[in-house]
């Protein structure tokens, strides 16, 4: 019988475990010729990409074990007035004015050119001007504290103690501050492309926090600390994090005021300003949806969004954590004018990407209802169209996700602004329009539409133009920013 032809993707994924098979060693590759820098990043990845989303995978699981526990002691408005806080944890990644993106390229870069004093200098500064603008957040974050009605922005009923809403949100505004500066490391361990470590420590830090639920729930704590419990997940990941690195692994790399120079915060400004408005606006399209859910609809409405979302996003979420090493990989490649390693795995991670969160939301759109019953009950409804729209978007955002990689490491944040502003804007009319016409399947579509307006297709017109601007010669791979 006659070999059936491999499709594109098929040939592509096929390409891929092979790189993997070749190149997953522990022992490093010499890093004297281009082939074996090339099979050192692809061992780097895989190794990361294997541990990272073995780490995920605890990670999530405490979330479908914390979900129900929480859902059953709270009830559905009392949890859905809880998760909108938490999503705005997502919304608010900009705080720290993108310079842990900007610290990744650069100590991305310093790595690609074996400068290490270049890297103590950015560590250093990025650190202290964190801690630096914690301390000058904590003014209006108080004020908006203070003022903002938490309650009435929340649209929770009189059934639930305002008091109580207005003191989880304090929590969660001080939670940012203090995670600000603790986020050094993670970026740090992402640079050098060791971000496996990264996805243990977030682990570590996600079991502590579910043990800090179960505790919370247990004794009948109260809302704040419940959202405490919730959160603190990252807070406890990075902090172990960096004692690990800077204590124990890397000390030469440990922030000291000595080393944070002016020169080295400039220019962290310039890169990290960019990633700053990327992060706002594509925090506010990705996350908002969950917000305006809740202040169309209903508290209701947003626990059936947030709950079928994080179903939908299960594989997506462990297939970004595989390509999250990717950045820093391109970023020390284009330091050293490797253009073919950028090309060829630029293709087979969209391969990757758009294969496996195609087929998982394939089968959570059958499925979707009865795994929705199974893990939390009967009191969250998902109908058809709202399980399409999620499938839709999981598939989109994913692979295009695979995209950002290559255009965050070549500091393409300029064209990347543009299309999620644009989008921002769309997506928070159109899902507040169709939100109220369709309900919360609405939301989601309108979010879909905006993203292959506003984003997919000029994305997908851009890139050729910004694959042949990588030359193959190190001194041009800094003119690469647009």
Known sequence: MARRARTPAARQLGGLFQSVRLNLRLR????????????????????TAIASGGARLVSVATVFVSVPL?????????????????????????????????LMNLVASASGRNSLEFAQRSISSAFFALCGIAVILAVPFYVMYRVVP??????????????????????????????????????????????FRNGLWSAA???????????????????????????????????LNGVSLFWIERPDLRPRWSQATADAGRQLAKVGFLFFVLQLTVGIAYQSDVVVAARVIGPQAAT???????????????????????????????????????????RLSIALASVLSGFSSLILVLVGPWAI??????????????????????????????IAMLLNSANVIRFQIVTALTMTIVSLGASALLGSMFGVAGVIWGTVLAFI????VPTTLFLPRVM???QPLRDKAPALGT
């Open 28 to 47: 490093p590759f010499e890093m004297d010729t281009e082939q074996g820098r090339s099979r050192e990043r692809y061992r780097r990845a895989a190794l």
């Open 70 to 102: 929480t859902l059953g002691h709270l009830g559905s408005e009392r949890y859905g007035a809880v998760i909108t806080i938490t999503a705005l944890t997502g919304m608010l990644i900009f705080a720290d004015f993108g310079l842990g993106n900007g």
């Open 150 to 195: 938490w309650a009435a922005f929340l649209n929770v009923s009189g059934r639930i103690n305002a008091d109580e809403i207005m003191a989880s949100a304090g929590v969660f505004l001080l939670s940012v501050l203090v995670n600000l500066p603790l986020g050094v490391a993670q970026r740090v361990q992402l640079a050098y492309q060791r971000g």
């Open 205 to 239: 830090g996600s079991l502590c926090a579910l043990a800090a639920l179960y505790v919370a729930i247990r004794l009948d704590m109260g809302l704040p600390l419940i959202v405490l419990a919730l959160i603190s997940g990252p807070i406890i990941g990075n902090l």
């Open 304 to 346: 059936d969004y947030s709950i079928t979302l994080r179903l939908f996003m299960f594989v997506p979420t462990i297939v970004n954590m595989l390509l999250l090493p990717l950045w820093p990989a391109y970023a020390e490649s284009i330091a050293r004018g490797d253009a073919a390693f950028v090309g060829r795995t630029l």
């Open 373 to 402: 019953r199974m893990w939390v009950g009967p009191s969250v409804h998902a109908d058809l169209p709202l399980l399409l729209g999620m499938g839709v978007w999981a598939v989109l955002s994913n692979s295009f996700t695979a």
């Open 453 to 456: 307006i506003c984003a997919a």
């Open 468 to 470: 042949a601007r990588l």
